[in-house]
């Protein structure tokens, strides 16, 4: 357990509370991810938010403002060109990976002083998550229960059959430019926890680690959400007591659940294999 004392300090509850909002975000959004095989467009998307810091840098805005209005305009753009200029996704993400990266270093350059916290954008520091950064994360995790609430049986449509999906009249494609949204903005709240560097693991590990061992899209979202809380709050604990970065950790202690995660779904497999050769 979490020693007493170090819950007395204001940045660790601080930290304790970006991992409660990171977890429902990743739990909510990467099972959908993880469901409609999207994660490498996941990773295009949280890369080019770096292009998002490098503007508010340079306009003189919070980064973290300034990253949310460029990956959701990035993300906006990927699902227009995807549906009507029928682009390749895969050469779409390479471009937006790339591209995105680019515009934030030439605007980095391009602002006057230096950019002290850079580091932490990279990598994140969940243990320097300022009170404001918490009222804009719980915001946004307000913004995605509310919207996977309201949309959960299209969403669901489009995730699992798209096709399916506009026979039934469904607005797929204003669905797929709602769920690529939806993606942005779990990534800028990821940013502060684990930085865009390793945004791409933090939203993919839960619903990975559980999605072996579950029947449903609604089973999955509950149990990724447990499964992102055990994984944060785990990786502080362990780097508050080894003394090591925060996010690095939590990403370490992600990718052991989901390795211990498939021993077991291997194990019940060859036990249900056992069992039925004997039948």
């Not at 409609?36 to 306009?59: E, Q, T, W």
């Not at 790339?98 to 969940?126: Q, T, V």
């Not at 508050?240 to 211990?260: E, H, K, M, Q």
């Amino acid at each position: 357990m979490i020693g007493a004392g170090i819950l007395e300090y204001e940045f660790f509850r601080n930290a304790l509370l970006a991992g409660f909002f990171s977890s429902i975000a990743c739990g909510i959004v990467g099972s959908f991810v993880v469901v409609k095989r999207m994660v490498s467009v996941a990773g295009g998307i949280s890369h080019a938010a770096f292009g998002g810091v490098g503007l508010g840098y340079l306009l003189g805005l919070d980064p973290l403002v300034g990253a949310f209005s460029f990956t959701a305009a990035v993300a906006a753009g990927i699902g227009v060109l995807k549906e009507k200029a029928a682009q390749n996704l895969d050469t779409l993400i390479g471009a937006v990976w790339a591209a995105g990266m680019a515009i934030g270093i030439i605007c980095i350059g391009l602002a006057p002083g230096f950019a002290p916290d850079l580091f932490s954008y990279l990598f994140g520091n969940i243990l320097l998550v300022p009170g404001q950064d918490l009222l804009f994360m719980g915001f946004l995790t307000l913004v995605i229960v509310s919207v996977v609430f309201l949309f959960y049986r299209e969403l669901q449509a489009v995730t699992f059959d798209e096709e399916y999906a506009r026979v039934m009249n469904l607005p797929v494609t204003w669905l797929s430019l709602l769920f690529l949204i939806l993606i942005a903005i779990t990534v800028v709240m990821l940013i502060r926890v684990v930085g865009i560097i390793l945004v791409i693991a933090l939203l993919t590990l839960p619903a990975a680690s559980v999605r072996e061992h579950v029947s449903s899209l609604r089973s999955l979202i509950l149990f990724s959400v447990a499964a992102g809380m055990v994984f944060s709050f785990a990786g502080l604990w362990l780097s508050y007591l080894l003394d090591v970065p925060s996010g690095a950790t939590i990403i370490l202690v992600g990718a052991a659940g989901y390795i211990l995660s498939l021993l077991v779904a291997h194990v019940k497999k060859r036990g249900r294999g056992t069992v039925g050769a004997r039948e």
